[in-house]
């Protein structure tokens, strides 16, 4: 978001905006509002949407210890506010640096990608539910990038793959 300011403003330096620079500075103030209204819904409603996604995960993983089930929650519950708070700046930058560095580790340490990968989904498909079509389509970009990030070796290596790895 920022960005997007300063390259128009900078542009705009030394002359009024013109009529196109207005029109480009008006999409920006209207998206901004949009991502305010859909960070404002996502902090407001934070328990109703955690508890649902917990309900399903429990039944999910019925076996699972109750506190290794709230670890994945506590992770996802940060990975949505950082996320949400990427898109409100509408800075994937944001998102990289505050917190997929350091969950990445934690998830891997802690044997959790199963469980967090299903969360994942089921938190997906529940904003999904919940949140306006144009609501999820700016917080989508950046949900995909944890997930990329964050679960990134959930995919098991194929023993070609594996052996062309030992190779190199």
Same mark, same amino acid.
């Given at each position: 978001? =920022? &960005? #997007?300011? @300063?390259?128009?403003?900078?542009?705009?330096?030394?002359?009024?905006?013109?009529?196109?620079?207005?029109?480009?500075? &008006? &999409?920006?103030?209207?998206?901004?509002? *949009? +991502?305010?209204?859909?960070?404002?819904?996502?902090?407001?409603? $934070?328990?109703?949407?955690?508890?649902?996604?917990? #309900? +399903?995960?429990?039944?999910?993983?019925? %076996?699972?210890?109750?506190?290794?089930? $709230?670890?994945?929650?506590?992770?996802?519950?940060?990975?949505?506010?950082?996320?949400?708070?990427?898109?409100? !700046?509408?800075?994937?930058?944001? !998102? =990289?640096? +505050?917190?997929? %560095?350091?969950?990445? $580790?934690?998830? @891997?340490?802690?044997?959790?990608?199963?469980?967090?990968?299903? !969360?994942?989904?089921?938190?997906?498909?529940?904003?999904?539910?919940?949140?306006?079509?144009?609501?999820?389509? !700016?917080?989508?970009?950046?949900?995909?990038?944890? %997930?990329?990030?964050?679960?990134?070796?959930?995919?098991?290596?194929?023993?070609?793959?594996?052996?062309?790895?030992? *190779?190199?």
């Amino acid at each position: 978001m =920022q &960005k #997007d300011f @300063e390259r128009l403003f900078h542009r705009a330096e030394d002359h009024y905006l013109i009529p196109s620079e207005m029109m480009a500075l &008006k &999409k920006h103030i209207g998206l901004l509002g *949009k +991502r305010l209204e859909t960070y404002r819904y996502l902090r407001d409603n $934070e328990a109703e949407i955690f508890q649902a996604v917990a #309900d +399903r995960l429990e039944a999910d993983f019925p %076996e699972e210890p109750s506190q290794k089930l $709230e670890q994945c929650l506590c992770h996802w519950i940060s990975t949505l506010r950082y996320s949400s708070m990427a898109m409100l !700046l509408s800075n994937p930058e944001y !998102l =990289q640096y +505050r917190l997929l %560095e350091w969950l990445t $580790e934690m998830i @891997e340490a802690h044997e959790l990608r199963a469980i967090e990968t299903r !969360l994942s989904e089921i938190l997906t498909e529940h904003l999904q539910k919940v949140l306006s079509a144009e609501g999820f389509k !700016l917080l989508k970009p950046f949900l995909t990038q944890s %997930e990329t990030i964050l679960l990134a070796k959930a995919a098991p290596q194929s023993p070609e793959l594996a052996m062309a790895g030992d *190779k190199a």
